[in-house]
């Protein structure tokens, strides 16, 4: 992909790319990975308070030219991919899953990026809780199949500090209540 996006680069072609995923740390992620690749950092933001979202489009691209980074924004504010009366930046990041509307003279490239499998999620653990290494390795491997979690999900229970997997099956199990309904 960010082979594709930077020979198009070099030939003048503009780039947004959406990043599909309800895993917001997959995202913020799969971005900062892509723009590495491009050798672009990468500036996640939020709408400015109180501006207008033309003027938050404008000072958005402004300072993507100025920095030289790609700018990335939720689907909420898709609108503030495309700034009108002035230019985008070459290549910009949509994060999240939906329908993005056209826009005129840029390319649309859709990124799916899969939830992960059980392997990817016991590195997961590995990396952003270093101290499940510590725990025996059929529990952390049970832990990692039986729990379809997302990195944001694992990161969100390795925040809670568990002192072994059961404590942090459990710690997922209360961070994924509100999908089982009522």
């Known amino acids: 992909l960010a082979l594709r996006v930077r020979q198009g680069l070099e030939q003048g072609t503009r ?7 309800d895993d917001l740390l997959s995202a913020e992620w799969a971005a900062a990975a892509l723009g590495a690749r491009l050798g672009m950092p990468v ?4 709408p400015l308070a109180g501006a207008t979202e033309g003027e938050t489009a404008v000072r958005l691209h402004r300072q993507a030219f100025l920095d030289g ?13 495309h700034p009108m009366g002035v230019s985008a930046y070459p290549v910009q990041i949509v994060e999240r899953e939906g329908r993005l ?13 899969a939830p992960p499998e059980a392997d990817e999620r016991e590195r997961l653990w590995r990396r952003l809780w270093p101290e499940s290494a510590a725990w025996a390795p059929a529990e952390l491997a049970d832990l990692a199949l039986c729990h379809e979690a997302s990195a944001r999900d694992i990161a969100a229970a390795a925040g809670s500090a568990p002192e072994h997997a059961a404590q942090a099956a459990l710690a997922l199990r209360e961070r994924t209540r509100h999908d089982l309904g009522p």
């Open 15 to 21: 780039w947004r790319v959406q990043l599909s995923t």
């Open 69 to 81: 980074c790609v700018p990335s924004v939720s689907i909420d504010e898709a609108v503030l991919s």
């Open 43 to 46: 500036m996640r933001v939020a």
């Open 101 to 113: 509307p056209h826009v005129a003279a840029v390319q649309q490239i859709e990124w799916k990026l």
